[in-house]
């Protein structure tokens, strides 16, 4: 059974970096699409970056572009989100997902295992 832990998560200054780690147990991820979501005190959650199984293509919301970027470790099991240039408005709890199929999607119902996610705050 796929369990999924999440880690990296901390308090950072504006501009500053964080690598978050999603770490997956009892199935290989590589036949997962995995997807990073978060979701800010009072907001809806939201996706902010996407891996799909096939061809490990990337999706990125619009916010994250050029500053966060997803890759994949199959060594060890695990995806990662690498925050760069951090901002307050970054400041989340920050959720891992998978889902068996083969495209990235926003469509959270599609994400069949979470994580417990990391809080990411990002503040002066």
């Known amino acids: 059974q796929l369990q999924l832990v999440e880690s990296g998560g901390g308090l950072v200054q504006p501009g500053g970096s964080l690598r978050l780690s999603c770490a997956a147990s009892g199935v290989t991820l590589d036949y997962y699409t995995i997807g990073w979501f978060r979701q800010a005190p009072g907001k809806e959650r939201e996706g902010v970056s996407c891996i799909s199984s096939s061809l490990s293509s990337t999706h990125y919301v619009d916010s994250v572009k050029g500053r966060f970027t997803i890759s994949r470790d199959s060594a060890k099991n695990t995806v990662y989100l690498q925050l760069n240039s951090l901002k307050p408005e970054d400041t989340a709890v920050y959720y891992c997902?998978?889902?068996?199929?083969?495209?990235?999607?926003?469509?959270?119902?599609?994400?069949?295992?979470w994580g417990q996610g990391t809080q990411v705050t990002v503040s002066s």
């Open positions: 997902a998978a889902r068996p199929g083969s495209s990235c999607t926003d469509r959270q119902s599609l994400y069949r295992v």
